[in-house]
Nanobody, 126 residues
Framework: QVQLVESGGGSVQAGGSLRLSCVVS????????VGWFRQAPGKEREGVAR??????TTDYADSVKGRFTVSREKNTVYLQMNSLKSEDTAMYYC?????????????????????WGQGTQVTVSS
């Protein structure tokens, strides 16, 4: 059974940093793509970053480029978030699929067919 568990969320002031973790278990595909998504109250879920086991390995939403970094070590995928802004406040989720798709809203349904974690809350105060 595939399971994803996020952790590392919390409350920080603007300009601060957090590192989120997504631990994946029970996944048997040799190739996979893990995406980080976020959803703020009253807003649609949006893709933030993704990492795959093939080239190109990472991709980011324009809103987080230069501030967020996604990485992978064994069965854990990290999202390092620096220079946090109040607009980064949201519930953050990771999802996994045996194929990759872009992070845009048009592809959310593709990602929804994958396995998701329960989310971790990030709150940034200004």
């Amino acid at each position: 059974q595939v399971q994803l568990v996020e952790s590392g969320g919390g409350s920080v002031q603007a300009g601060g940093s957090l590192r989120l973790s997504c631990v994946v278990s029970g996944y048997t595909y040799s190739f996979y793509c893990v995406g980080w998504f976020r959803q703020a109250p009253g807003k649609e879920r949006e893709g933030v970053a993704r990492i795959s086991t093939s080239e190109p390995t990472t991709d980011y939403a324009d809103s987080v480029k230069g501030r967020f970094t996604v990485s992978r070590e064994k069965n854990t995928v990290y999202l390092q978030m620096n220079s946090l802004k109040s607009e980064d406040t949201a519930m953050y989720y990771c999802a996994i699929r045996p194929a990759c798709a872009p992070l845009g809203l048009r592809f959310i349904d593709f990602w929804r067919q994958g396995n998701w974690g329960q989310g971790t809350q990030v709150t940034v105060s200004s």
